[in-house]
């Protein structure tokens, strides 16, 4: 892993350089309104290789390709499926990602080898504007090494990633905290790939009945689906509140609402103390980041409800778990 700096640019002053970077083949990292993303010209196969390069990541796994535009959509694959249009309509911009089928003009590299292509407009006026300063569709998987935790904010992508980034776009904490919804929507009946920040709900009232078939244990057929992924450095348990602190070793705590009641934790980290799963959403990530730099031996989740957003949450949780079990 590289132990240099990339350049740190603001976002709302470094997007004409930062676009420049992505026209010559170079890395960009920057903020959406999910995680950072780790961009490169999704038509240039060298500069997709860069991404899996700097990552560390399998070339089994594909990328997410982002536009400036709902209405790029089109012009990139051509006709495109009225389930398809319809969940376009109404969530782009916005944390949902589409499987649409691949054009010729992506390389292989970008999708794996699949003949599908995830893609989506991200809903962060920072990302749009590199985007379109930039010209061409945006390959970006969440900035930081693979299978670890993604970045919400320009430090985590600094401490993670160093010099294999060029350019590292800062615009603050991500206002969602997990990444975008998946979904296939090709079909007769609309599969959901990867939950995220996008709730469940949210797509069943728009369209109807939704099939949920999150996790892979295979071939990833969506980015990020891996059943061990999102983990930190420390070793993560899933437990609930009434936990107590004993065992060897110092151990960390992640809560939903409350600080557990038993002392003893080495550290401590609440996610919403309002109970609100969107702003747990949004501070997951970072209080995860926060934990792992304690030097905790160990670091026990509470989950949250199984609803909303809180789905996606505790799919990260589990997802982090599996990476250690």
Known sequence: MSTGSPRLLPADSGIAEAASVLRAGGLVAFPTETVYGLGAN??????????????????????????????????????????????????????????VDRPAVIPPIVTSGLDTMAVRVPDEPAARALIAAAGVPVAAPSANRFGQLSPTRAEHVVAGLGDAVDVVLDGGPTRCGIESTIVDARGERPVVLRLGALPVESLVEAIGPVEVRAGSSGQPVAPGTLAAHYAP????????????????????????????????????????????????????????????????????AEPVPEVGVGRAINDRLRRAAATWH
């Open 42 to 99: 999704a038509l240039d196969a060298q500069a997709a290789a860069r991404i899996f390069a700097a990552k560390a990541r399998p070339s089994f796994d594909p990328l997410i390709s982002h536009l400036a535009d709902a209405a790029d959509l089109p012009a990139l694959v051509g006709a495109v499926p009225p389930a398809v249009a319809a969940l376009v309509e109404r969530f782009w911009p916005g944390p949902l990602t589409l499987i």
């Open 233 to 300: 450095r420390t070793p993560l348990r899933l437990a609930g509140t009434a936990e107590e602190p004993g065992g060897g070793g110092r151990r960390g705590f992640l809560a939903f609402r409350e600080r557990p009641v038993a002392g003893g934790w080495a550290a401590v980290e609440v996610l919403s103390p309002d109970g609100d799963l969107t702003a747990a959403a949004a501070r997951l990530f970072d209080a995860l980041h926060r934990l792992d730099a304690t030097g905790v031996t160990e670091i026990v």
